[in-house]
């Protein structure tokens, strides 16, 4: 296997890289406030992008990456010929150098850090380790020939350990000049609240369908399935994976079999659980088993009163059905976090996984019993 061959850690399933995406759709608060900032008197030196996973986080810091390479600071001598332009726009054009240098992650102002290749046990790294951000010392200790901006990408920032991470906290604590960080992060809560305290955050909310579907065609997935939109909850990246393992089929499926309770279809069970836990389809079993999960949170909704935009066209009675009131909406949910931990609990101690899905659905029946 080759270097370009090897896994990335940054990069979704079926997806381009981030590096690879032109355009950030969506998030029009968001780049509003760094371009104010970018072209205001001081960019602040580490951004925390947060948000739900899949919503653009790291192709919004990737295409802050080449605006702020690719565009010097201004300097005190920046007015001697008139004033330049203040730019209107983060965008680069996809043959500047800069763009093209990043693209082939060989651009010397920029320094990516994520989990990297484990060579002797052949698979990504666990975590960010403290050696990943000690190459900080070095990337900041070259001068840059220009004059430029030196940024640096974490994605994720979720994924480093203790050490590393209090070995990034002292760089944001004495940040070199002209130095900007760019953090991702899935679980900002989960952070040092000193790593938080010392960065500005940007939150990304989950992307309306019309940019959803936007930002799928630029990922290769153009004219999506309507049921997309409500199954991915604004995610590109959960969008493109439930595409690639044709996500809405199997949601149908589980709410068939849901339609079918309290007298579960039996045999129909068994097929499905056969279907979902084929060798070698574990990409497929984890996105059914996030769709049985997502089912029994959007039945509880559902019993609220505040039911989810429909994935189906039947999905609105199936799930008034099990739910029609509040008190059921508090069985179902009691039983989605149930199952959610039982089924956790389970992949993690490699318990049958067919066994498993005949449980839930046996679960669900039983509940569905229950007045």
């Known amino acids: 296997m080759t270097e370009d061959d090897l896994p990335e850690a940054d990069r979704a399933d079926g997806a ?20 104010e900032a970018v072209t205001g008197t001081r960019m602040h030196h580490a951004w925390l992008i947060t948000g739900p ?15 702020l390479i690719a565009t010097p600071p201004e300097t005190d001598d920046a007015g001697l010929f008139g004033d330049t332009p203040k730019p209107t726009s983060l965008d680069i054009a996809a043959d500047h150098p800069v763009a093209r240098r990043m693209a082939a992650l060989s651009e010397p102002g920029l320094l990516l850090i994520r989990r990297v290749w484990d060579k002797d046990k052949k698979r990504l790294k666990g975590q960010i380790t403290v050696d990943e951000v000690r190459k900080l010392g070095a990337f900041f200790g070259l001068s840059s020939t220009d004059g430029g901006r030196r940024v640096v990408i974490v994605d994720s920032i979720d994924d480093m350990n ?32 000193t790593i938080r305290s010392r960065c500005r955050e940007l939150r990304l909310p989950a992307l309306q369908t019309d940019a959803l579907a936007q930002a799928l065609a630029q990922a ?11 199954l991915a909850g604004g995610s590109v990246g959960e969008a493109i994976r439930l595409a690639t393992q044709n996500g809405p089929a199997l949601y149908g499926e589980i709410l068939a079999l849901l339609a079918t309770c309290p007298n579960l279809d039996r045999p129909r069970t068994q097929a499905f659980a056969e279907h979902i836990t084929q060798r070698g389809k574990d990409d497929r079993l984890a996105v059914a088993l996030n769709l049985l999960d997502l089912a029994l949170s959007r039945t509880a909704r559902a019993g609220t009163g505040l039911a989810p935009e429909s994935a189906t066209p039947d999905e609105p009675d199936i799930l008034k059905r099990l739910a029609p009131d509040p008190k059921s909406a508090q069985k179902w949910a009691a039983l989605q976090q149930d199952l959610s931990q039982r089924i956790g609990h389970g992949r993690a101690v490699n318990v049958d996984a067919q066994s498993l899905v005949l449980d839930a659905f046996l679960k669900i029946n039983e509940t569905a019993s229950r007045p």
Request: glycine share 6%.
């Open 220 to 230: 290769g997935h153009p004219d999506p399935d309507p049921a997309l939109a409500p």
């Open 162 to 193: 203790p050490s590393a991470a209090n070995a990034l906290l002292k760089v944001l604590e004495e940040p070199p000049k002209n130095a900007v960080l760019l953090l991702v992060s899935h679980a900002p809560a989960r952070l040092l609240p």
């Open 16 to 35: 381009p890289h981030p590096r690879e995406t032109a355009q950030v759709y969506g998030h029009d608060d968001a780049k509003a406030q760094l371009l």
């Open 53 to 67: 996973k899949g919503v653009g986080k790291a192709t919004l810091a990737w295409s802050l990456a080449r605006f």
